[in-house]
């Protein structure tokens, strides 16, 4: 006579299971249950089974034992069609177990929560859980193993018309491996940052589908945009999208090079990005004021650009953004005003991120072929640094000014990177060159007449002094740079020709 088929069903998320349950017992199954499960299917007057009755032992240690038995164990992992394994089952009389529904101790939740103890997260790391998932999904030929609650209903459908195949099994086995994989990382992730150590000899990290992307930087390349599950900060997988199409892998690597540069600033700033470089900066008394200066600093580059902004945008620039075409908006929030104007546009993408939140991400990672490469953010300020002035004549107050604007923004620019700046806006930007006094005549070039005066902003030092001689002939009158070239006296005589003021900040700033 054939077994009754079995279920074990022990899920901390209890979403569905109910139901869930409810129908495995009018397709046959036998319900097997622990704890916390058991109450709420019993509840629900179902007819469980107890996990004690299966190992013939008690729960212990305050429910840290209780699945970990051989009763468990043999029933998940025999193979069906070994006569040897069915045959030391009967010898044992232990009943194979058919269908495992598992999802484990909260550890990311906990972990999340303002204040949460060492001792509270080590006893949210499951362990009966994931040996159970394993197990089943190792034996996935003859075992079904769930670990999503959005699995329940096609898995129930699929069960009524009958058994399900090896591929569909083994689809469940993998998404329970990668579950584990992730619930590990969190783990390990929680004990290397709570240690200090900076360079594990393994590196792992674990991220979560936000949405999958029409494609990736061109239709050809297939792409999917993930978050880390820890962090909330400022952040493009944590934005509230209020208007516009679906954002592509272009606009979202845009928009985060635009909220990395806003997040820098204090008062109000706008910041406008194409192809993941400022176009133009600004910042005022108020947002209108930064945003038309924004603007004002490359009208032609920010048509079809991406806009950020750390204040409320309110209806005066709702309206003057209205004017030009933009790809997105990105704000604090919007005032009712400002979002009657700006939704008119349908394809016009707002999106809300709380910019007040400190840029508190402190690694990133970057893929090379075949690996990996990991450093800390730059969160390099000039708060971080002393400053020196190698130059006859210091900046004058206006000019420091300016000095310090620009310096904000070469960080964001592709190296080789020069920016000049006046009035507390950009006026010239030069992105991404291979030599640095070709960045610079690029950033010249941009500026036409409103170079005069300006300051200028370096990523890296000047191996020469021709980025200083082509500076002077624009009406460049300050510069600040890291210095520490071998020639850095060539270039500090040549701001003295000219009566250029320079700073030297001992910081570089290369975004490769």
């Known amino acids: 006579m054939p077994q009754t088929k079995r279920a074990l069903l022990s899920v901390s998320n209890k979403e569905g299971i109910v139901d869930f349950a409810k129908q495995l017992i009018t397709l046959g199954y036998e319900l097997i249950s622990t704890g916390g499960t058991k109450r709420t299917l019993e509840e629900a007057g179902l007819d469980v089974m107890s996990i004690s009755d299966v190992t013939n032992s008690p729960e212990i240690l305050e429910g840290r034992v209780k699945t970990l038995h051989p009763n468990v164990h043999a029933g998940l992992l025999a193979k069906r069609n070994e006569s040897d394994h069915m045959k030391q089952l009967d010898e044992l009389d232990i009943n194979l177990i058919d269908l495992v529904v598992v999802n484990l101790y909260p550890f990311k939740e906990t972990i999340s929560k303002e204040g949460v103890t060492e001792a509270e997260a080590i006893e949210n790391i499951d362990i009966g859980g994931p040996t159970m998932l394993r197990a089943a999904a190792k034996n996935f030929e003859s075992v079904t193993v769930v670990v999503d ?7 129930i459908m699929r069960m009524k018309e009958g058994d399900l195949t090896y591929e569909e099994r083994k689809r469940l086995a993998g998404k329970v491996y990668q579950h584990t994989a992730a619930y590990d990382t969190l783990i390990a992730q929680y004990f290397q940052e709570s240690q200090g150590e900076q360079a594990p000899e393994q590196y792992s990290v674990t991220y979560e589908k936000v949405q999958d992307l029409r494609y990736g930087e061109n239709p050809h390349q297939k792409a999917g945009f993930y978050k880390d599950p820890l962090y909330k900060g ?3 997988a944590n934005a509230e999208q209020l208007n516009g199409k679906e954002l592509s892998y272009n606009n979202i690597q845009d928009a985060n090079a ?3 540069m806003v997040l820098e600033y204090k008062q109000p700033a706008a910041v406008a990005v194409k192809h993941m470089n400022p176009c ?3 910042v005022g008394d108020d947002l209108f004021t930064a945003y038309s200066r924004a603007f004002e600093a490359d009208p032609v580059s920010i048509f079809g650009g991406i806009v ?7 209806q005066e620039t709702a309206a003057k953004m209205k004017e030009i075409f933009l790809e997105i908006i990105i704000a604090p929030s919007f005032s009712e005003e400002a979002m009657e104007l700006l939704t008119e546009k349908k394809n016009l993408r707002l999106l809300k991120i709380d910019t007040d939140h400190s840029d508190d991400a402190t690694s990133l990672i970057t893929s090379v072929r075949g690996g990996v490469l990991v450093q800390d953010a730059d969160q390099g300020t000039l708060e971080d640094v002393t400053v020196s002035v190698p130059t006859d004549r210091r900046p004058t107050e206006q000019e420091w000014e300016d000095l310090q604007f620009a310096w904000k923004v070469v960080k964001h620019v592709k190296s080789n990177a020069i920016v ?3 009035g507390q806006q950009t006026v010239g930007v030069g992105a991404g060159q291979m030599n640095r006094v070709g960045a ?4 010249f070039e941009q500026a036409g007449e409103k170079a005069e005066a300006s300051a200028l902003a370096s990523d890296a030092f000047f191996p020469m002094p021709d980025t200083v001689e082509a500076a002077a002939e624009a009406g460049v009158k300050a510069i600040i740079q890291p210095g520490g070239s071998k020639r850095d006296q060539d270039s500090i005589d040549a701001c003295n020709k000219h009566g250029i003021a320079m700073v030297f900040t001992g910081m570089r700033h290369f975004k490769h």
């Open 308 to 314: 950020a902004l750390n204040r409320e945008v309110d």
């Open 258 to 260: 635009a909220l990395q």
């Open 149 to 155: 609650p959005r699995d329940y209903p096609e898995l």
């Open 440 to 443: 610079a005549k690029i950033a």
């Open 280 to 282: 133009g900066v600004g």
């Open 234 to 236: 400022a952040s493009l």
């Open 420 to 422: 000049l700046a006046k």
